[in-house]
């Protein structure tokens, strides 16, 4: 991870909030930040990530449901 974005995500107290996305949602987000060509390409990204996490229920502004994507009997039922 670019430490540019783990600060970011410190810095918002969003750290465990990325930790809990699926693997590929993470990916997706770094990889996603990190090819923007300019520099204000990258920030615009980073700040969609970060409101997304803090809502909890968007990825890449899309409906994101986490107890639906649990595996192994962790959302309690």
């Given at each position: 991870?670019?430490?540019?974005?783990?600060?970011?995500?410190?810095?918002?107290?969003?750290?465990?909030?990325?930790?809990?996305?699926?693997?590929?949602?993470?990916?997706?987000?770094?990889?996603?930040?990190?090819?923007?060509?300019?520099?204000?390409?990258?920030?615009?990204?980073?700040?969609?990530?970060?409101?997304?996490l803090a809502a909890g229920d968007r990825y890449m502004k899309?409906?994101?449901?986490?107890?639906?994507?649990?595996?192994?009997?962790?959302?309690?039922?």
């Amino acid at each position: 991870m670019p430490a540019f974005v783990r600060e970011a995500l410190e810095a918002a107290s969003l750290t465990e909030a990325y930790n809990a996305r699926p693997p590929y949602q993470r990916n997706d987000y770094i990889g996603w930040i990190t090819r923007a060509k300019r520099p204000e390409t990258r920030e615009r990204r980073l700040k969609q990530m970060l409101e997304e996490l803090a809502a909890g229920d968007r990825y890449m502004k899309m409906p994101y449901n986490p107890t639906r994507h649990r595996r192994n009997g962790e959302d309690g039922a």
